[in-house]
């Protein structure tokens, strides 16, 4: 059975901090990562995409691939009260269909 | 705005009606899923469209008919369900589903579904 694994938290930090999410997956041969942000409430929204190893920045948003660790993360600097919501880690299977999503992580960002 | 359409928005329905939820999408994409999602749990995949051919079940239950009229609709047929089946149910697509594609899934804002 093909795994995503995150804390579901929750994670707190304050008004201007980074926020820093894990994940880790246990199909080798994954190629392709995802990130979604999901309100309480609302449908999953993209924030980011990863393909290769290394970093990937956005705005605010960084995310970081390890292949050989089979480890993902997301970061938030600035972190604003606007991005609490639950962030989804998500790993489309190798030679298949399915994108397989972690249970999520739960941010809160205080004021 | 999302470039995924469901409706309706939400849906009450009693354990004897038959209902049909709705998804549209005109981004070209070639790959339409159904996804069902509990509180607190991440998405749940139920059923993947490729090329408008049902490709995955993930041994959803009978009483959930899925339908693909053209690569822009999908459908979700409901009868009988159970009030176990509430849920907010999404729909997704994706440019191509193929092994080799690395396409995200795109979300439509989902049908808020409570069965009584």
């Known amino acids: 059975q093909k795994e995503v694994e995150q804390n579901s938290g929750p994670l707190s930090v304050p008004e201007g901090a980074i926020a820093s999410l894990n994940c880790t997956y246990s199909?080798?041969?994954?190629?392709?990562f995802f990130w979604y942000r999901q309100y309480s409430g609302k449908s999953p929204e993209l924030i980011m995409s990863?393909?290769?190893?290394g970093d990937k920045e956005d705005g605010r948003f960084t995310a970081q691939l390890n292949k050989a660790s089979q480890y993902v993360s997301l970061l938030i600097r600035d972190s604003q009260p606007s991005d609490s919501a639950t962030y989804l880690c998500?790993?489309?299977?190798?030679?298949?269909?399915?994108?397989?999503f972690g249970a999520g992580t739960r941010l809160f960002v205080k004021a | 705005d999302t470039e995924v359409t469901q409706t309706p928005k939400h849906l009450v329905m009693g354990m004897t009606n038959k209902k049909s939820l709705k998804c549209e999408q005109h981004?070209?994409?070639?790959?339409m899923y159904w996804y069902k999602q509990k509180a607190k749990k991440p998405p749940e995949l139920m059923f993947v469209?490729?090329?408008?051919?049902?490709?995955i079940n993930e041994s959803v239950p009978s009483r959930f008919s899925p339908e693909c009229p053209n690569s822009s609709l999908l459908n979700l047929h409901l009868h009988a369900l159970q009030p176990e089946d509430s849920a907010l149910y999404l729909c997704?697509?994706?440019?191509?589903?193929?092994?080799?594609?690395?396409?995200?899934?795109?979300f439509g804002n989902g049908t808020r579904l409570t069965v009584t």
């Open positions: 990863i393909y290769s190893n």
């Open positions: 981004m070209g994409h070639r790959a």
């Open positions: 199909d080798r041969g994954s190629q392709s």
């Open positions: 997704a697509s994706s440019q191509d589903p193929a092994g080799t594609d690395n396409s995200p899934l795109h």
């Open positions: 469209y490729s090329y408008e051919k049902l490709s």
């Open positions: 998500a790993v489309k299977e190798s030679g298949g269909f399915k994108t397989i």
